[in-house]
């Protein structure tokens, strides 16, 4: 102790802090606790008097100038506060609310070598990131490891759901629920229970210009931040002066608690578009299932998908039903043969020869349909940058304003060119990738295009600063269902809701209605029932849905289809109000610019009864809620399509008892009809 006293004195001139450092929520409920003893840099923090996380170091280590970590010594500290209310111009809500307490503190070496980390603590969880200002001797800097650790005290007690990291399918894994001891390599969200209760995630906020983080568990209970890496090992590459994206750790005392919870768009940076006004949301159909089905085929020949005659007839369907738009896969030239393969040769410009893009969005126009563009680059990405102004510059011309991008390539295939000529192969998550995501999205955005990302970086709130980039995949999808081995089970939804949706939107592709189109025998098919598939467009966020199924089927099914021609995808409110991990989840979400409520129930492979009390409804309002619920007899094996429709006058504090079969669920619209006199 006489040594740490004398090094700060003789550093710091008497600046020298006290042992441990405090900051609490603004609710008072959470508690943070930075220091420097002992193990050097780290922080906890407690929630009343449970602890959340236990001592966790914090540090760097660089390749040229070793780690800031251990030798460095607590010398300064700023604390501000924060409560604003900031307007999304699309999303879960319309208004939210940003209260937050900030402690800055500044760590220090002997060599006057410093950083800094800016803790963020809100009622529901902390962010902290990275601060390395420019100082002398520091230029250039390569990161080999963030040395960030999340430390549990009873991993063995504490359940977790999660998916491996750094592996060939990127994020499309089943999430696996075990004891936190279980974990090796996961990517984020992931998402904990604690023995006494409380529920954690932790993921992270604002990556730009960076590498994603996962988690690596060492000893049991202590998951340190691993970076994935460039080709060459280093993790980042970059100068003093940057700083790192947030760590978010969300707490909440119930699991409904975290679905709530708007701590990842707080912690990004406003809007930097200007005037967004042209992102829309809205849904739209396509021809993708079929191809997934196996009845067309991306490439060309007898069965192409993608022709002049069949987009037509989509979008004559999309006319008179209502939809945004019509999103057309295997247009251009690239994709016969094996087109996972193909990065190098696909032209973005230049369609198939029975596919007139002029003529196709001519008539589009015509009917107030728009043609969604589609661009596969399978992780070529050089080439897609080579052509990228061209062919965004082409969508413009033609008034094409979505464009769904995709990467598929297994993990570490993503393949680039350097300044060389030399191939390199990067990670879909690696800072190479980060750049190159976001660098899609602000060229679309200087033409008025919004991005719709597959085989994505995770999503970290990055739509609240380029609010273009408007939905993303990231997860198992839909497909899955038609090929899968095996296909989503019945708990992969609600798996979804409660890690992977806790990052931001997702363009899942709900709204099978054939939902064993190789009969209820055969292993590829979809293990929801008709209700489930209608509840996910509420349950589900995204602010562009898909009704992914072929329009036949929707035609023989024309009243279940009439919640997905009603339920909208931009919202005034949304709320969580019951829901366990893994089980099942309720939501109810209010539409924007509107008096009506939609409602969302699902579960997994256990029928419930779900008590559900309508206290979110305004008062002295009366409403119709039309019902679409499972039948008596629904079961997602046997007998999906049991499907009852109903309708009932309902006001607030009514209650209603939800009741789901075996991998089902429960659709509402609560429309509004008067006053109550």
Same mark, same amino acid.
């Given at each position: 102790?006489?040594?740490?006293?004398?090094?700060?004195?003789?550093?710091?001139?008497?600046?020298?802090?006290?042992?441990?450092?405090?900051?609490?929520?603004?609710?008072?409920?959470?508690?943070?606790?930075?220091?420097?003893?002992?193990?050097?840099?780290?922080?906890?923090?407690?929630?009343?008097?449970?602890?959340?996380?236990?001592?966790?170091?914090?540090?760097?280590?660089?390749?040229?100038?070793?780690?800031?970590?251990?030798?460095? &010594?607590?010398?300064?500290?700023?604390?501000?506060?924060?409560?604003?209310?900031?307007?999304?111009?699309?999303?879960?809500?319309?208004?939210?609310? #940003?209260?937050?307490? *900030?402690?800055?503190?500044?760590?220090?070496?002997?060599?006057?070598?410093?950083?800094?980390?800016?803790?963020?603590?809100?009622?529901?969880?902390?962010?902290?990131? /990275?601060?390395?200002?420019?100082?002398?001797?520091?230029?250039?800097?390569? +990161?080999?490891?963030?040395?960030?650790?999340?430390?549990?005290?009873?991993?063995?007690?504490?359940?977790?759901?999660?998916?491996?990291?750094?592996?060939?399918?990127?994020?499309?894994?089943?999430?696996?629920?075990?004891?936190?001891?279980?974990?090796?390599?996961?990517?984020?969200?992931?998402?904990?229970?604690?023995?006494?209760?409380?529920?954690? =995630?932790?993921?992270?906020?604002?990556?730009?210009?960076?590498?994603?983080?996962?988690?690596?568990?060492?000893?049991?209970?202590?998951?340190?931040?691993?970076?994935?890496?460039?080709?060459?090992?280093?993790?980042?590459?970059?100068?003093?002066?940057?700083?790192?994206?947030?760590?978010?750790?969300? +707490?909440?005392?119930?699991?409904?608690?975290?679905?709530?919870?708007?701590?990842? &768009?707080?912690?990004?940076?406003?809007?930097?578009?200007? #005037?967004?006004?042209? +992102?829309?949301?809205?849904? $739209?159909?396509?021809?993708?299932?079929?191809?997934?089905?196996?009845?067309?085929?991306?490439?060309?020949?007898?069965?192409?998908?993608?022709?002049?005659?069949?987009?037509?007839?989509?979008?004559?369907?999309?006319?008179?039903?209502?939809?945004?738009?019509?999103?057309?896969?295997?247009?251009?030239?690239?994709?016969?043969?094996?087109?996972?393969?193909?990065?190098?040769?696909?032209?973005?410009?230049?369609?198939?020869?029975?596919?007139?893009?002029?003529?196709?969005?001519?008539?589009?126009?015509?009917?107030?349909?728009?043609?969604?563009?589609?661009?596969?680059?399978?992780?070529?990405?050089?080439?897609?940058?080579?052509?990228?102004?061209?062919?965004?510059?082409?969508?413009?011309?033609?008034?094409?304003?979505? !464009?769904?991008?995709?990467?598929?390539?297994?993990?570490?295939?993503?393949?680039?060119?350097?300044?060389?000529? !030399?191939?390199?192969? *990067?990670?879909?998550?690696?800072?190479?990738?980060?750049?190159?995501?976001?660098?899609?999205?602000?060229?679309?955005?200087?033409?008025?295009?919004? !991005?719709?990302?597959?085989?994505?970086?995770?999503? =970290?709130?990055?739509?609240?600063?380029?609010?273009?980039?408007?939905?993303?995949?990231?997860?198992?999808?839909?497909?899955?269902?038609?090929?899968?081995?095996?296909?989503?089970?019945?708990?992969?939804?609600?798996?979804?809701?409660?890690?992977?949706?806790?990052?931001?939107?997702?363009?899942?592709?709900?709204?099978?209605?054939?939902?064993? /189109?190789?009969?209820?025998?055969?292993?590829?098919?979809?293990?929801?029932?008709?209700?489930?598939?209608?509840?996910?467009?509420?349950?589900?966020?995204?602010?562009?849905?898909?009704?992914?199924?072929?329009?036949?089927?929707?035609?023989?099914?024309? #009243?279940?289809?009439?919640?997905?021609?009603?339920?909208? =995808?931009?919202?005034?409110?949304?709320?969580?109000?019951?829901? *366990?991990?893994?089980?099942?989840?309720?939501?109810?979400?209010?539409?924007?610019?509107?008096?009506?409520?939609?409602?969302?129930?699902?579960?997994?492979?256990?029928?419930?009864?779900?008590?559900?009390?309508?206290?979110?409804?305004?008062?002295?309002?009366?409403?119709?809620?039309?019902?679409?619920? #499972?039948?008596?007899?629904?079961?997602?094996?046997?007998?999906? $399509?049991? &499907?009852?429709?109903?309708?009932?006058?309902?006001?607030?504090?009514?209650?209603?008892?939800?009741?789901?079969?075996?991998?089902?669920?429960?659709?509402?619209?609560?429309?509004?009809?008067?006053?109550?006199?």
């Amino acid at each position: 102790m006489l040594v740490r006293l004398l090094l700060l004195l003789a550093l710091f001139s008497g600046l020298g802090q006290a042992a441990g450092l405090t900051l609490t929520s603004p609710d008072g409920q959470l508690r943070l606790t930075v220091s420097d003893e002992d193990i050097g840099p780290h922080y906890q923090l407690h929630r009343q008097k449970q602890t959340v996380l236990a001592p966790s170091r914090l540090g760097l280590a660089f390749k040229k100038h070793g780690r800031f970590a251990e030798n460095f &010594l607590l010398v300064e500290e700023a604390r501000q506060s924060n409560d604003t209310r900031w307007e999304q111009p699309w999303g879960e809500r319309r208004v939210v609310r #940003d209260r937050h307490n *900030e402690l800055l503190v500044t760590f220090k070496d002997e060599d006057k070598r410093w950083f800094r980390v800016r803790f963020r603590l809100f009622d529901d969880g902390m962010g902290f990131r /990275y601060e390395v200002p420019e100082q002398p001797g520091l230029d250039r800097l390569a +990161v080999t490891e963030e040395l960030t650790e999340f430390v549990f005290e009873q991993p063995g007690r504490t359940d977790s759901w999660w998916i491996p990291s750094r592996g060939w399918n990127r994020y499309e894994y089943l999430y696996r629920q075990t004891p936190m001891s279980e974990l090796d390599r996961v990517h984020t969200p992931v998402t904990f229970r604690l023995p006494q209760g409380e529920h954690v =995630t932790l993921h992270e906020a604002a990556l730009v210009d960076y590498a994603a983080m996962t988690l690596d568990q060492r000893r049991d209970g202590v998951l340190k931040a691993n970076l994935t890496p460039w080709y060459d090992g280093i993790k980042v590459h970059t100068q003093a002066g940057f700083h790192s994206p947030w760590r978010t750790v969300q +707490v909440g005392r119930k699991a409904i608690d975290l679905l709530n919870s708007d701590l990842i &768009l707080n912690l990004n940076e406003p809007n930097k578009l200007g #005037d967004v006004s042209w +992102v829309k949301p809205g849904k $739209y159909i396509g021809i993708w299932w079929e191809m997934h089905l196996g009845t067309h085929t991306w490439g060309s020949g007898p069965q192409h998908g993608a022709t002049t005659a069949r987009t037509r007839q989509y979008m004559d369907f999309a006319a008179r039903y209502g939809f945004d738009g019509v999103l057309v896969e295997g247009w251009n030239i690239g994709w016969d043969g094996s087109w996972f393969h193909n990065g190098d040769v696909f032209s973005f410009t230049q369609p198939y020869p029975d596919f007139d893009i002029e003529a196709v969005t001519e008539y589009g126009a015509g009917i107030g349909v728009k043609l969604i563009g589609h661009h596969e680059t399978s992780g070529s990405v050089t080439n897609y940058r080579r052509q990228m102004e061209e062919a965004y510059d082409l969508y413009a011309r033609l008034g094409v304003s979505q !464009i769904k991008t995709g990467y598929v390539a297994d993990g570490g295939d993503i393949k680039r060119v350097d300044e060389q000529g !030399i191939v390199r192969q *990067e990670w879909h998550d690696g800072q190479f990738m980060v750049g190159e995501y976001l660098h899609s999205v602000k060229e679309a955005a200087k033409r008025k295009i919004s !991005i719709n990302t597959h085989e994505p970086v995770k999503d =970290t709130g990055l739509r609240r600063t380029y609010p273009n980039w408007i939905s993303r995949e990231g997860a198992r999808g839909q497909e899955f269902n038609a090929w899968g081995s095996p296909p989503n089970p019945p708990e992969h939804t609600v798996n979804l809701v409660y890690t992977r949706m806790l990052s931001g939107p997702m363009d899942f592709t709900p709204g099978i209605f054939n939902l064993a /189109y190789e009969g209820l025998e055969a292993e590829n098919r979809v293990q929801t029932t008709l209700a489930k598939q209608l509840a996910l467009y509420v349950v589900l966020y995204s602010p562009i849905q898909m009704a992914a199924d072929l329009p036949e089927h929707y035609l023989q099914r024309l #009243d279940a289809f009439q919640f997905i021609l009603d339920v909208p =995808t931009d919202w005034e409110q949304s709320l969580a109000i019951a829901g *366990e991990v893994g089980d099942y989840v309720v939501f109810a979400r209010q539409q924007r610019g509107s008096q009506d409520w939609y409602l969302g129930a699902i579960t997994d492979e256990l029928a419930r009864e779900i008590p559900v009390s309508l206290d979110f409804l305004p008062a002295g309002q009366v409403f119709e809620a039309q019902i679409y619920r #499972d039948g008596e007899n629904a079961d997602w094996l046997t007998n999906p $399509y049991d &499907l009852v429709i109903e309708r009932k006058s309902v006001r607030q504090g009514d209650k209603l008892t939800l009741e789901l079969a075996t991998s089902g669920g429960v659709a509402i619209r609560f429309k509004a009809l008067r006053g109550d006199q």
